[in-house]
T-cell receptor, first 115, second 114 residues
Framework: DAGVTQSPTHLIKTRGQQVTLRCSPK?????VSWYQQALGQGPQFIFQ???????QRGNFPDRFSGHQFPNYSSELNVNALLLGDSALYLC??????????????FGPGTRLTVL | AQSVAQPEDQVNVAEGNPLTVKCTYS??????LFWYVQYPNRGLQFLLK??????LVKGSYGFEAEFNKSQTSFHLKKPSALVSDSALYFC????????????FGTGTRLQVFP
């Protein structure tokens, strides 16, 4: 049973560029959440997708957007990259239902470096 | 507002000794509490969670945690530490009824010495 997978593993971009990160959830999961983990910090919630819609959003600007596909996989897009966007981006998957007691399982992350 | 505090940046313990990693939380409703571990250049691995019921929760790799509502704490414990337990540990909280997002602490680095 494959866990949460993310691609690519590493990415280097320059300021002003755009980036797309991808996530495939754990088998049987239909909800995907994205987190940003800056160096030396705990992960910060970006947003969550369920039934192909953004269900909840953290304190991130509109430059951060996402999408969920019918097969539950998800993309995170970041436009107009800033140096401060350099971080480890983590995807987590879980089961249905707001308020669900289900656990969020995390992928290995994508390390984004903005030069 | 929800928040999590991990008061220790680093915890050092000798192999074979018991370990404790501290966590306190603040939520407006009932808390769902989680512990995750992160190894270098890796994502987060789930260790255990408290939803309801018994205050002592047992998880993976011999770890356990005790929920204390009066002290709003959820400390991670292990009776006998292993060198391989050395990693970064994160406590996280969800407000049970109002949100799905996890709020993480800043992490505690556990160093187990041989």
């Amino acid at each position: 049973d494959a866990g949460v997978t993310q691609s690519p593993t590493h990415l280097i971009k320059t300021r002003g560029q755009q980036v797309t990160l991808r996530c495939s959830p754990k088998s049987g999961h239909d909800t995907v959440s994205w987190y940003q983990q800056a160096l030396g910090q705990g992960p910060q919630f970006i947003f969550q997708y369920y039934e192909e819609e953004e269900r909840q959003r953290g304190n991130f600007p509109d430059r951060f957007s996402g999408h969920q596909f019918p097969n539950y996989s998800s993309e995170l897009n970041v436009n107009a990259l800033l140096l401060g966007d350099s971080a480890l981006y983590l995807c987590a998957s879980s089961s249905t239902g707001q308020g669900s007691t289900d656990t969020q399982y995390f992928g290995p992350g994508t390390r984004l470096t903005v030069l | 507002a929800q928040s999590v505090a991990q008061p220790e940046d680093q915890v050092n313990v000798a192999e074979g000794n018991p370990l404790t990693v501290k966590c306190t939380y603040s939520v407006s409703g009932n808390p769902y509490l989680f512990w995750y571990v992160q190894y270098p250049n890796r994502g987060l691995q789930f260790l255990l969670k408290y939803i309801t019921g018994d205050n002592l929760v047992k998880g993976s790799y011999g770890f356990e945690a005790e929920f204390n509502k009066s002290q709003t704490s959820f400390h991670l414990k292990k009776p006998s530490a292993l060198v391989s337990d050395s990693a970064l540990y994160f406590c996280a909280v969800r407000d049970a009824y109002n949100t799905d997002k996890l709020i993480f602490g800043t992490g505690t680095r556990l160093q187990v010495f041989p």
